[in-house]
């Protein structure tokens, strides 16, 4: 165990109630916990409230909430859970906000024929967007100026996943199919030579998604080499642990898009390369044909506790961020091994996830079975192209 570990554990078991002191005798007791609230000998913390929560996990497959006849690649609630925003291969997706009008932003480079935004970001005043792009490039973009501000050669070969310090948006992490994770600071960074703060190594292939844990220190990458790794930019690789694993990426021969995962890709899954300087390392999901999302559950009902993912095998999988195990596998009853490729955890309601697969269904997730009222369950099918929001 890795000091870095340590104060993980330490941190975890503090922000999901599992380290409350002077509540122990009621750490696990649901009605002491309630009675304490409701008598006024104590109102719950919010460590407590966590721990009361955490345990409500998405189980059943609840309703359905939309069908298209296309595959869906992104599914995602926003920041306090109110509204859903789904794309589709066939569709277009537009928001719009107070305003009727609203401006189209070109990203395309003048030199490129063939170009294709991998993953984006906005920045947290929501002024700019940030890109990971099939140049190996990020490009930032400023959308009152609708223009280019800024360009950085990040990766060796596709740039497939970008996303920022939710406390600041001057700290960037990329990542691409070279394997490596990198950190880039915005105050100190050059156009002409743009050089990251630090490298993160350690996967063996090319990663596929980051999500930042909002503390300004941790986050996950999912990657080809079946893991997703934690991390603590605290902690860079050095360059041995970098070359380790541009050499093993450099090594793979199998294309993910459509070969099976070789046998000793999944075997070795789990073993560390020379300098790896992750704190944890999750296998138990299949991550094949497209860029499979990764995600922390949310910090108001789990305290963080889970790790949840996408998985080309048509489920959800859910890790235990402190020990590693699997604590739950979603399928649907009809499960077809149909890729799902995106999941996305409620911030406000305890328990709800959904799911979005390449079979164009969009999955919501409850922790308990509820009695389905009339009309409930229904879906709506898509055939044409054309722009779709949903509120949940």
């Not at 199919?177 to 990198?182: H, M, V, W, Y």
């Not at 902690?235 to 000793?264: C, H, M, N």
């Amino acid at each position: 165990m890795t000091p870095s570990c340590d104060f993980y554990r330490e941190m975890m078991q503090c922000s999901s109630g599992l380290r409350d002191p002077g509540q122990t005798a009621f750490r696990n007791n649901i009605c002491g916990k309630l009675s304490s609230r409701q008598f006024q000998v104590g109102g719950l913390s919010e460590g407590q409230r966590v721990n009361l929560t955490q345990h409500m996990m998405p189980r059943h497959p609840h309703q359905q909430i939309d069908f298209y006849r296309a595959r869906v690649f992104c599914g995602t609630y926003n920041r306090d859970g109110s509204m859903f925003i789904s794309a589709v291969q066939v569709y277009v997706c537009n928001v719009y906000g107070e305003e009727e009008n609203h401006y189209s932003l070109d990203l395309r480079p003048d030199t490129l024929d063939r170009f294709c935004v991998f993953s984006l970001r906005f920045s947290s005043d929501d002024k700019e967007l940030i890109t990971a792009c099939s140049d190996g490039y990020l490009y930032i973009y400023n959308r009152e100026i609708c223009d280019r501000t800024l360009k950085i050669d990040a990766h060796q070969d596709d740039a497939d996943a970008v996303a920022l310090d939710d406390q600041s948006s001057h700290i960037i992490f990329s990542a691409g199919d070279d394997g490596l994770c990198k950190v880039w600071d915005r105050r100190c960074l050059s156009e002409a030579n743009p050089r990251p703060v630090g490298t993160l190594a350690g996967h063996k292939d090319g990663i596929t998604f980051i999500d930042t844990k909002g503390d300004g220190r941790h986050l996950i990458t999912n990657s080809k080499d079946q893991t997703i790794k934690l991390w603590d930019i605290r902690q860079f690789s050095q360059r041995d642990g970098i070359a380790a694993t541009l050499g093993e990426v450099q090594r793979q021969s199998w294309d993910y898009r459509w070969q099976d995962v070789p046998k000793r890709v999944m075997r070795d899954a789990l073993v560390k390369l020379p300098g790896d300087s992750s704190v944890m390392t999750y296998a138990g999901h299949l991550v094949k044909h497209t860029l499979l999302r990764a995600r922390f559950s949310p910090p108001a009902t789990t305290g963080q506790r889970y790790i949840y993912t996408a998985c080309a095998k048509g489920r959800v999988v859910v890790y235990d961020t402190l020990t590693g195990e699997v604590v739950q596998t979603l399928m649907t009853d009809n499960y077809n091994c149909v890729c799902v490729r995106d999941v996305s955890w409620s911030p406000s309601q305890p328990g709800e996830l959904v799911s979005s697969s390449w079979d164009g269904l969009l999955q919501l997730w409850i922790p308990h079975p509820r009695i389905r009222q009339a009309g409930a369950g229904t879906t709506s099918s898509h055939e044409s192209a054309g722009t779709h929001s949903h509120i949940i």
